[in-house]
T-cell receptor
Framework: ETGVTQSPTHLIKTRGQQVTLRCSSQSGHNTVSWYQQALGQGPQFIFQYYREEENGRGNFPPRFSGLQFPNYSSELNVNALELDDSALYLC???????????????FGPGTRLLVL | AQKVTQAQTEISVVEKEDVTLDCVYETRDTTYYLFWYKQPPSGELVFLIRRNSFDEQNEISGRYSWNFQKSTSSFNFTITASQVVDSAVYFCALSEYRGAQKLVFGQGTRLTINP
């Protein structure tokens, strides 16, 4: 196990609602990245938080937002849910001494979100 | 833009056979990192290997081996004497050296090992 935890494990919401997903990073890791994985696809990068600041964003609309806390845990918020938001949401943590280096990202078990 | 292609969508072999999963990547960066992850049915992505663009040595770890060839932009993964527990979806991924270092994943290869 990686030590990265996510909650909840499963979630069912209806279109238009808002959802918050949570991630606790591995001890000693200061960076959290979020990915969306649709069924049968590879994960797609949503955004990354490095020392509580957003440090890069993928091709996702502003209704996807996040936070990182002083203990380096993180939240992913999605507003105005759409049917296409149904996916596995993966959180990954890594330890980055500086903003360069290609450190390995370790993934949590994911949250399966179903939007009806 | 960075891109990873895993042309093999599904592979099915009988236990104890050797199997190679192909990965081809595209990037303009001279420094980059390549990864392989395993995703069992539970969904969690399990890290297998990380390689930087300056290290073209092949690597072996038990029954797993990786062949990195910069000349063909390929980073292939071979499982020797496959076992049923190797059944999973395998992803190849590429990361930049600077910036967010987001992982760009291929579509994945679903590997089924039959007893």
């Amino acid at each position: 196990e990686t030590g990265v935890t996510q909650s909840p494990t499963h979630l069912i919401k209806t279109r238009g609602q808002q959802v918050t997903l949570r991630c606790s990073s591995q001890s000693g890791h200061n960076t959290v990245s979020w990915y969306q994985q649709a069924l049968g696809q590879g994960p797609q990068f949503i955004f990354q938080y490095y020392r509580e600041e957003e440090n890069g964003r993928g091709n996702f609309p502003p209704r996807f937002s996040g936070l990182q806390f002083p203990n380096y845990s993180s939240e992913l918020n999605v507003n105005a849910l759409e049917l296409d938001d149904s996916a596995l949401y993966l959180c990954a943590s890594s330890s980055r001494p500086r903003l360069a280096g290609g450190e390995t990202q370790y993934f949590g078990p994911g949250t399966r979100l179903l939007v009806l | 833009a960075q891109k990873v292609t895993q042309a093999q969508t599904e592979i099915s072999v009988v236990e104890k056979e050797d199997v190679t999963l192909d990965c081809v990547y595209e990037t303009r960066d001279t420094t980059y990192y390549l990864f392989w992850y395993k995703q069992p049915p539970s969904g969690e992505l399990v890290f297998l290997i990380r390689r930087n663009s300056f290290d073209e040595q092949n690597e072996i770890s038990g029954r797993y081996s990786w062949n990195f060839q910069k000349s063909t932009s390929s980073f292939n993964f071979t499982i020797t004497a496959s076992q049923v527990v190797d059944s999973a979806v395998y992803f190849c991924a590429l990361s930049e050296y600077r910036g967010a270092q987001k992982l760009v994943f291929g579509q994945g290869t679903r590997l089924t090992i039959n007893p």
